[in-house]
């Protein structure tokens, strides 16, 4: 494992191919995660991420099925989330169902959390979605006690109270699953994320850099002034969103009807434009490799990046021809990163290193990164 | 010190009677200051296209950007809109969706308005006053209605005396200390929610 991890998330968006009209069924798309994770594997990627959703037209409402079930077909991909709704689920649930994805997959898994942004799942799952920041804050903190302390006593605003409760199993080699916390608006979710010395992630694509960097500032303040480290030690993943051909035109002309018809930004700025404004990237695998080494000069040296590759309606077999081309690039890309990364930033977070340091510390929780 | 004005024009014509009494509530304006002004007016007739991406993409495009930024500096704001259909453009309010939401809290804002007969002359105060009330800015009493034949009118109700009775009051409540709230950026440490992180119950 190298300094810097790479790796693919995936909305699990079901959407209709724009070039063709033909709409993938939840059962290809459900296949089709498992395939890109495993060629993400084969390519040398170290982390395939899933989105949480319950609603149409999204596929993983399921999260750590769908990564156990990629988990027992692969040797070392971290299987991760993008993200993991703190707000709606139950913490006691998270604590339960990721620990027992650490013990399946030997430790290969790590969390990020986030509030969800579609409303009508807080109803749905009993919660007021003008709590939604308060939700995030206790639920977090009543997962971690969850996975430090072996009996619980607890009570908090939202959930039952928990009287002499031992969530099970516990965390693999006594070790809680690193988590991220994804936010790219909320300053509460980068002081939650300093203060614990946790990751904190910028999805880093619908947007200009300029949104992403004063939070990423701040989480590195908070982060320093809690003690785990320097700012420059601060954990930090970032998203990123490309399409590459070996001719760079050719990249522009096949992903267009894709990005004209995309949810989210569709029907609105130009591909041009929104190219050169937000972190999307359309053209040769250089022009990628240029463009994603440069986030490391907005946003500092940093340990994970995440590319999302599979949405808006793009086929599987495009998807892995991406794939493909990342691969190639992989090598240089990380070898760069690796070249300008100082010795003090520290690495990106695995179980194996958290185990080791845990045991350096005798402190179980209390391990940074 | 300089005090910046920005005049929002929301004429989608041009020429645009709406561009020209933009101007002229801005000169009378910068007469009415005491202070150095500099004036800035933005017509947002050429940013049309940046404005609908906004409102899909959820960002403004740099040259947007550049307005947005211009009117969070500005020490107050002259609005100026057609009437289209008994309120303001389309265009106008999709400007303003995509401004942040405090962006105009306690922001000094003149409204004025054009349409085409004097019927109209209530929008400013049915339309555009809610719409800044919603915003928490602090608008000047007057507003200024111009339609077709106060181009050529004379005398103590004429175009220009309101113009100029507008612009005093702008000039003096820039010279007092407003409403005392400002939109603010910064990150407060001490909300009861951001201690409970640090200092759990």
């Known amino acids: ?369 | 010190m300089t005090t910046k004005i920005v005049a929002i024009s929301a004429g989608l014509g041009d020429p645009s009677t709406t561009r020209m009494l933009a101007d002229r509530i801005a000169a009378a304006s910068a007469n009415a200051i005491d202070d150095n002004t500099s004036i800035e007016v933005v017509n947002l007739r050429e940013f049309a296209h940046e404005i609908t991406d906004a409102a899909l993409a959820g960002f403004a495009a740099p040259g947007l950007q550049h307005v947005y930024d211009l009117v969070g500096a500005a020490d107050a704001l002259i609005v100026v809109a057609p009437t289209f259909k008994a309120s303001y453009p389309g265009l106008f309010k999709s400007f303003i969706d995509a401004l942040d939401n405090d962006a105009l809290t306690g922001k000094i804002v003149l409204l004025a308005a054009t349409g085409g007969t004097a019927r109209h002359s209530l929008v400013i105060d049915y339309a555009l006053r809610p719409l800044f009330a919603y915003l928490q800015a602090v608008v000047i009493p007057t507003g200024i209605f111009a339609s077709g034949h106060d181009w050529g009118s004379s005398g103590e109700t004429a175009l220009q005396s309101r113009i100029e009775r507008a612009a005093a009051e702008l000039a003096s409540l820039l010279g007092g200390n407003g409403s005392g709230r400002s939109a603010d950026d910064e990150i407060d440490l001490f909300s009861p929610t951001m201690l409970s992180i640090s200092q759990p119950q």
């Open chain 1, 1 to 369: 494992m190298s300094t810097m991890q790479f790796g693919v998330m995936s909305v699990g968006d079901i959407t209709t191919d724009p070039t063709n009209g033909t709409t993938p069924t939840e059962n290809d798309r459900i296949k089709a995660a498992v395939a890109i994770a495993k060629k993400s594997e084969d390519i040398g990627l170290d982390v395939f991420a899933t989105g949480e959703h319950h609603n149409p037209p999204f596929h993983p409402s399921s999260p750590t099925t769908l990564l156990a079930y990629i988990g027992a077909q692969t040797e070392k991909l971290i299987l991760s989330t993008s993200t993991t709704l703190i707000t709606t689920n139950d913490p006691v649930k998270i604590a339960e169902d990721y620990a027992t994805l650490q013990h399946l997959v030997d430790g290969r898994m790590d969390l990020m959390l986030g509030r969800g942004n579609t409303a009508p799942v807080y109803p749905w799952f009993g919660k007021d979605m003008s709590k939604a920041i308060e939700l995030t804050i206790e639920n977090y903190q009543l997962l971690r006690m969850l996975w430090s302390e072996p009996v619980v006593n607890w009570e908090g605003q939202f959930r039952t109270p928990l009287q002499g409760f031992t969530s099970t199993p516990a965390p693999l080699d006594g070790v809680a699953p690193f988590v991220w916390h994804g936010s790219i608006r909320t300053p509460e979710v980068a002081e939650l994320a300093a203060f614990h010395g946790d990751g904190y992630f910028a999805n880093n694509i619908f947007w200009p850099k300029e949104h992403y960097i004063r939070l990423i500032n701040f989480y590195r303040q908070r982060f320093a002034h809690y003690g785990h480290g320097t700012p420059e030690q601060a954990i930090v993943g970032l998203g990123g969103q490309f399409f590459m051909r070996k001719n760079s035109q050719d990249a522009i002309n096949e992903f267009r009807p894709y990005f004209d018809n995309a949810p989210v930004y569709g029907h609105g700025p130009s591909l041009e434009d929104f190219s050169s404004q937000t972190p999307l990237t359309v053209g040769s695998p250089q022009q990628v490799l240029e463009r994603t080494l440069a986030f490391a000069d907005y946003f500092g040296d940093y340990q994970r990046q995440m590319f999302l590759i599979d949405h808006a309606g793009l086929p599987l077999k495009t998807v892995l021809e991406q794939l493909d081309l990342l691969g190639e690039i992989l090598p240089t890309m990380r070898a760069e990163f690796d070249a300008r990364r100082p010795a003090n930033v520290p690495d990106a977070p695995t179980h194996a290193a958290r185990v080791e340091a845990s045991a350096q510390a005798n402190e179980p929780m209390e391990v940074t990164a």
